[in-house]
């Protein structure tokens, strides 16, 4: 889990480059292995993500944590630096009201992580002009970011006492 929880301060949502490139160099390297050439090879090394693509993959990273992240603004109140950006990985901070089960946490983690490695292998693909690959992705980043905001509601709700 990526999530760590500061009870009644805060929560922090951390996802590493090393774990997202991890998940889309092996997605985007399967996927390229069914894309061949005229001469029945695979386009790997076109279409697969591999080291050579660091950076490309880290500005993909910041831009779907952009996005992600920013469904998360309105309970970042009083969190100082609530996204945190860096070349090992991404990071958002946001305000622990103590009012949510904790299975909660863990399926919102799962959800991010996915969103942005769903983001990043659209917006690969889109890069590479694959447009069928790249709207599956971007369908699978979209149907994330809708069950993030939907779990999200019991982040934002205040303890009743």
Request: proline letters at 1%; one cysteine or more.
């Given at each position: 889990m990526s999530t760590t929880v500061v009870a009644g301060t805060s929560i922090k949502f951390a996802y590493t480059y090393d774990e997202l490139f991890e998940v889309v160099s092996l997605v985007t390297n399967e996927i390229a292995v069914t894309m061949l050439d005229g001469e029945g090879m695979p386009l790997v090394d076109e279409y697969g993500i591999s080291e050579d693509e660091q950076y490309t993959v880290i500005q993909k990273m910041y831009d779907g944590a952009?996005?992600?992240?920013?469904?998360?603004?309105?309970?970042?109140?009083?969190?100082?630096?609530?996204?945190?950006?860096?070349?090992?990985?991404?990071?958002?901070?946001?305000?622990?009201?103590?009012?949510?089960?904790?299975?909660?946490?863990?399926?919102?983690d799962r959800l991010i992580k996915n969103g942005l490695c769903n983001y990043i292998i659209k917006e690969w693909f889109i890069d590479k002009k694959v447009a069928d690959h790249a709207e599956i992705y971007n369908l699978k980043y979209v149907k994330n970011v809708k069950d993030i905001v939907k779990r999200s509601v019991q982040l934002r709700k205040p303890t009743i006492t």
């Amino acid at each position: 889990m990526s999530t760590t929880v500061v009870a009644g301060t805060s929560i922090k949502f951390a996802y590493t480059y090393d774990e997202l490139f991890e998940v889309v160099s092996l997605v985007t390297n399967e996927i390229a292995v069914t894309m061949l050439d005229g001469e029945g090879m695979p386009l790997v090394d076109e279409y697969g993500i591999s080291e050579d693509e660091q950076y490309t993959v880290i500005q993909k990273m910041y831009d779907g944590a952009n996005e992600i992240f920013e469904k998360f603004m309105k309970i970042t109140s009083g969190i100082t630096n609530s996204v945190a950006l860096s070349s090992t990985g991404v990071e958002c901070s946001i305000k622990d009201k103590q009012a949510y089960n904790a299975n909660v946490l863990a399926a919102i983690d799962r959800l991010i992580k996915n969103g942005l490695c769903n983001y990043i292998i659209k917006e690969w693909f889109i890069d590479k002009k694959v447009a069928d690959h790249a709207e599956i992705y971007n369908l699978k980043y979209v149907k994330n970011v809708k069950d993030i905001v939907k779990r999200s509601v019991q982040l934002r709700k205040p303890t009743i006492t």
